[in-house]
Nanobody
């Protein structure tokens, strides 16, 4: 089992920045990749970004490309999402996931961007 705990969400004005963290614990060996999804009110959960745990290869949704940066610290088993130039449409609950032999999810952290 892998346990994931997100932190760093909050209220920010449009144009501002936030950094989300996701700390992994438990069976963290052989992680394949980690990433973020988000779910806005009344909408389906959508992909945000992912990073390869060993090679650091990254991929982003078009909606966040150029504004968000995903990174990881393997020694701390922690992943980050730096979010810059935030827009009101970025308002959502952000969920961390980890893929090992199965997919694991955190409980989410709320990001609210005020216009």
């Amino acid at each position: 089992q892998v346990q994931l705990v997100e932190s760093g969400g909050g209220l920010v004005q449009a144009g501002g920045s936030l950094r989300l963290s996701c700390a992994a614990s438990g069976l963290t060996s052989n992680l394949r990749n980690m990433g973020w999804f988000r779910q806005a009110p009344g909408k389906e959960r959508e992909f945000v970004a992912t990073i390869g745990w060993d090679d650091g290869d990254t991929r982003y949704a078009d909606a966040v490309k150029g504004r968000f940066t995903i990174s990881r610290d393997n020694a701390k088993n922690t992943m980050y999402l730096q979010m810059n130039s935030l827009k009101s449409e970025d308002t959502a609950v952000y969920y961390c996931y980890a893929k090992r032999y199965a997919n694991y999810w955190g409980k989410g952290t709320l990001v609210t961007v005020s216009a």
